[in-house]
């Protein structure tokens, strides 16, 4: 059986979901979504996981590095990478799955575009937490924009807030393999 994780991202009108490096948008609500889905306590009393690629961990603001109260892992091929003490390194998105394999404990996915394309069509994934923003940022990196496998469960009333509107919406996956 799969290890079951989550996706959170956030995007804007044509997918996009970053600019030169960051987010070019700034949402305190987005924000305090994100952190609300990726620490909401679990059955087991630990924290939750992140993983992230290299750049997503890169585009963090070092005083916000490593994300308080969840356990952080990136992907890189890069062995000499250094990284914080408690932040765990793991060369692709099934090593790092290995690496919390069989604790009850919610699993996040959180950038960028290369982690969420494997994500996506990984047969552990099992729901989407969208932010939709309204505008285009004329974004130079994207989200997948096949969400074939998955189905809109829920969206929330329009937001507004820093003069943009946005949506939160969230999906499940449509079929999980047998045994999942």
């Not at 959170?8 to 948008?25: H, N, Q, R, T």
């Amino acid at each position: 059986m799969p290890q079951l994780f989550d996706i959170v991202v956030a995007v804007d009108e044509k997918s996009g979901i970053g600019k030169s490096g960051s987010l070019p948008w700034h949402l305190p609500a987005d924000l305090k979504h994100f952190k609300e889905v990726t620490s909401r306590p679990n059955s087991s009393g630990q924290p939750n996981a992140v993983i992230m690629g290299r750049k997503t961990w890169e585009s963090i603001p070092e005083k916000f590095q490593p994300l308080p109260g969840r356990q952080n892992i990136v992907l890189t091929r890069q062995l000499q990478y250094e990284l914080p003490k408690d932040v765990l390194r793991a060369q692709g998105l099934d090593e790092a799955l290995q690496a919390v394999q069989g604790a009850e404990i919610g699993i996040f996915i959180i950038g960028g575009a290369e982690v969420f394309a494997q994500a996506l069509g990984h047969p552990g994934c099992r729901k989407i937490y969208l932010t939709r923003i309204r505008k285009d940022f004329q974004c130079d990196v994207f989200f997948p924009q096949d969400l074939s496998l998955y189905r809109k469960v829920s969206e929330s009333v329009l937001q507004q807030e820093e003069g943009l509107s946005f949506v939160f919406v969230e999906y499940e996956r449509l079929l999980f393999p047998s045994g999942a």
